[in-house]
């Protein structure tokens, strides 16, 4: 954790909220750009019997505060994100209209159909991809054009108000001015992809789950959560090893630092890491199938991958993927678009996989 340089007012702090970490980001501007102020880490203890950190809002809330006052940061307008797993989203295409009611009246009736919760129980937001009250972006197919002068494009995104109001009271704890919650996909939009308008997957390997996005046009088309992630290259070791379980976390952590000798495998992938990565292949190659099936897409066909997350780091794992899948596998640098000391470069490096989503919530106000 650190302060650089003076620390301007108006700068806009980004807070991630993980299964077990809290990852902060403050951001300024200069000239235009994205600037690094300062940055800040915590975690709760390994072993930690009080489960997830969104289980214990007040705590949560007193480890951000911690977390801020050790990073010097200065502001206290801050954005933050809603899990992916706990995120409501879909894609609708409704018939055009200029009459809000009857939009949102549209709306809620398919999001009662699909979501697991009932509608009155949620939080939604809705944003139109063709622009509401015009006309969509016409194809070079007539077909598709009348069929765009009819429809738009909805991005529908819901969560729990309970979830929520954990939330709410985690960032009142710490004494910060929630300005917006956000999704993480468009966080990882932000600070991985930019303009890039191909179609992309995002690859989030957290400690508990890993999130899978696929992007097209800088619009997340598909959106998953799956239940494989650092922790289980853990318990991998711990019961192929016989080792306690903080040896075995340990160990998985001096394994992504080291070099790992290249094998046999795909890419030279270790024998330890193929189990945990092989169910991941299969997940990519469904999520895939989704997008390619997908009828308000266009593109079809995922053209490159972006690893990120803290698990990103684990060694040959963008080779593996990459010679499995036959594509372009990349690990994400999320300060590509940020102004920051150049003597910090390699920490930030180092650092960068993690504090993906915090960078593109730092930045939303900065579009």
């Not at 007012?9 to 980004?14: A, D, N, S, V, Y």
């Not at 070079?140 to 069929?147: D, F, P, S, V």
């Amino acid at each position: 954790m650190a302060l650089f340089g003076k620390a301007k007012k108006g700068g806009t702090l980004g807070v991630d909220i993980g299964a077990n970490s809290i990852k902060l980001v403050e951001l300024g501007s200069e000239r235009g750009r994205a600037k690094l102020l300062t940055y800040g880490y915590g975690e709760l203890p390994f072993g930690n019997q009080g489960g997830l950190l969104m289980d214990n809002p007040k705590a949560a809330g007193e480890l951000l505060a911690e977390i801020c006052k050790a990073s010097g940061c200065q502001s206290t307008i801050t954005m933050a994100a809603l899990p992916t797993s706990n995120v409501f989203t879909t894609i609708l295409s409704l018939p055009a209209t200029k009459d809000p009611k009857q939009v949102k009246s549209l709306i809620d009736a398919e999001v009662e159909k699909m979501s697991p919760l009932p509608i009155s129980e949620m939080i939604t937001y809705s944003t139109f991809l063709d622009g509401e009250g015009k006309k969509a972006e016409k194809s070079q197919k007539a077909e598709r054009a009348e069929k765009a002068d009819k429809y738009v494009r909805v991005l529908v995104t819901g969560a729990a108000k309970t979830l929520v109001q954990k939330y709410i009271e985690i960032f009142r704890t710490a004494k910060l001015q929630l300005q917006a919650l956000d999704t993480e996909s468009f966080a990882l939009i932000r600070s991985l992809i930019g303009k890039d308008r191909s179609a992309i997957m995002l690859i989030d390997m957290g400690a508990k789950r890993t999130n899978i996005t696929v992007v097209e046009k800088g619009i997340p088309f598909v959106t998953r959560s799956v239940n494989i992630g650092g922790d289980t290259l853990t318990s991998r070791i711990q019961s192929s090893l016989h080792l306690p379980a903080d040896k075995a976390e340990q160990m998985k952590r001096d394994f992504s630092d080291a070099a790992a000798e290249p094998s046999d495998l795909p890419g030279g992938l270790s024998p330890v890491l193929e189990p945990v990565i092989q169910p991941l292949v299969n997940e990519i190659k469904y999520s895939f199938e989704l997008y390619a099936s997908m009828e308000l897409t266009q593109i079809k066909k995922v053209e490159k991958i972006i690893l990120t997350g803290g698990s990103a780091h684990l060694p040959r794992v963008p080779e593996y993927l990459s010679e499995t899948l036959n594509l372009n596998v990349y690990r994400g640098n999320p300060w590509a678009r940020v102004v920051y000391p150049q003597d910090l470069s390699i920490v930030l490096e180092e650092i960068g996989p993690r504090m993906s989503v915090a960078i593109g919530l730092a930045m939303r106000d900065m579009e």
